[in-house]
């Protein structure tokens, strides 16, 4: 026992050093590997309901969206059919109930903010994260969703609020000001402000190169609050009720593929548990709110079935997602979404 309590820290420390030496290694290799820089934001676009086929995008988008939408379609049913019988117990409909329920039309806005993974490095053109989500949610809820997205790399998340957010909040706010002046109706309906954050990977690193005076969790934590709280404000000024949802890392999207730089054993269990770290903070921030309108998204998982593990999911850095791996991970963050809104 006494050993135990003698080599538990001996090798946590080291391990956490060897994650370090090896970002140290990574960086130093990606300051001198020539990659195409992506465009800089904010970028945006729109989804129009029903806009999107899938029969003509099996071969862009393989099973992701082919199974993708129709999972989270049968989802949403049961959604559906469960809020009907506890609306109308009692009532004959519920002995008899209509499936074919129609849904209020919606109006979302989609705003994606955070670091190098919201920037789209590992992209081929534009941002593949936000625009593919746009379409998965737009599918899936027959929804118009209006996209907003802006990323700067190496962000922590105090960088995200202090050199991002100010930038896609005055974007927003001139894209969105004529809203704000159109009566509610049936046919314009209130816009729903759906808020991804992307934020955690850059935090640690941080603090593991400026040890011991790097910020830890906990002020990770409070920050991440903070960016929250005036990320909701947004809300508020374009006449929007809004939610937000904090995705944990993507690691089974990068580290099914061989060529991840963590995907070596025990350097993969110590990343994650590293990772996990800041992802839990996101989980308390989550469970803490009482009014619900945070969620916590958690890694995507093999068992779905829209998952591409594999080859093809990291691009040449060894770090970042490529078009595939992101779409993968969007499909995941819109199923949580869309259920999260179906549910109320």
Known sequence: ???????????????????????KVRKEYLQNYQKE?????????????????????????????????????RLMEKIKLRKLFENQIGDEKAKKPDVT????????????LG??????????????LPQFLAKAISHSLDADVEWISDGKIGATVRSIRN?????????????????????????????????VIICGLNDWREMLENFPFGLGPESFRKDLNKLIDEVKEIGTLTNSSCKVYLPGLPLICTTSDPMCS?????????????????????????TDDCMETTTYIGS?????????????????????????????????????????????
């Not at 329920?101 to 994606?112: A, D, F, G």
């Not at 993974?117 to 941002?127: R, T």
Request: aromatic fraction near 8%; proline fraction near 7%; glycine fraction near 8%.
């Open 1 to 23: 026992m006494k050993y135990m309590r003698l080599f538990v820290p001996i090798g946590l420390s080291t391990g956490i050093v060897g994650a370090y030496q090896g970002l």
């Open 101 to 112: 329920v129609s849904i209020v039309r919606r109006k979302i806005k989609l705003l994606v």
């Open 163 to 195: 050199g991002v957010l100010p930038n896609i909040k005055k974007s927003m706010l001139s894209n969105f000001s004529n809203e704000r002046c159109t009566p509610v109706t049936a046919e314009y309906p209130a816009s729903e402000l759906v808020v």
């Open 300 to 344: 995507p998982s093999l068992d779905t079935e829209y998952a591409v593990p594999g080859v093809g999911n990291i691009c040449s850095d060894g770090i970042h997602p490529t078009d595939q791996g992101y779409k993968w991970w969007a499909m995941h963050i819109a199923e949580v979404i869309c259920l999260s809104i179906m549910s109320g």
């Open 37 to 73: 820089e992506p465009l800089p934001g904010p970028h945006r676009g729109v989804e129009k309901k029903n806009g999107f086929n899938v029969e003509t995008n099996k071969t862009i988008n393989g099973n992701i969206f082919d199974n993708g939408i129709p999972r989270i379609k």
């Open 262 to 286: 963590f995907r070596i054993t025990p350097l993969f269990q110590i990343f994650s548990a590293i990772c996990w770290l800041w992802d839990s903070q996101k989980l308390a921030i989550a």
């Open 115 to 128: 670091d190098s993974l919201a920037s789209g490095v590992g992209c081929n053109s534009i941002p593949v």
